[in-house]
Every structure is written in C-alpha cells, then in structure tokens.
C-alpha cells in the first residue's frame, strides 16, 4: 500500500513567477532536473496533482521530423479530414 507523505511549503516569488520549493517529493517519484511532468489542476477544491510524464518513444525508423511534418499536414487539411471522417 503506497504511503502519502504530507508536506507544508509557502509559495515564494522566483523571479516573476511564484513557485515552491519541493526538492525532496519530487526525488520521492523519480523525479530529475530536465525531467517532463503532467499538471493536472482540480480548480473545484483546488488541488494540483503532478506526475512523472509518460515517455514515449519513437519506433525505429520514424525520424522526429516525420512526426513535424505530419502535424503540419493534419493542421493545414484539418477541415478535409473532418469531411472525409463523415462520408
């Protein structure tokens, strides 16, 4: 059964951001400098929930420009693909 640690921080000014300090729960996840997260913010009862992103790679062969160049395509023809999903 997994243990939730409860920790009080103060929200303090980081240059023209506000933030908090929270070095030791994000080491408790895995967390790194560098790694990506998910913010999932709750504004009913005001929680914020962060978690470790998925890390997903790409499968051998498809190059990251592929994937740029596709997404450029699917924006540029959005309204094409949505006529032609509806035939």
Do not use: H
């Not at 998925?54 to 997404?71: E, M, R």
């Amino acid at each position: 059964m997994s243990r939730v640690n409860e920790m009080e921080r103060k929200v303090t000014k980081f240059g023209n951001s506000l933030g908090i300090t929270m070095t030791d729960a994000l080491k408790q996840i895995g967390l790194d400098l560098g790694d990506t997260v998910q913010i999932d913010v709750n504004q009913t009862n005001g929680e914020i929930i962060i978690k470790k992103a998925n890390k997903v790679s790409l499968p051998d062969g498809v190059s990251p420009d592929f994937l740029d160049t596709l997404s450029e395509i699917m924006s540029e023809y959005d309204q094409t693909l949505k006529g032609l999903k509806d035939r």
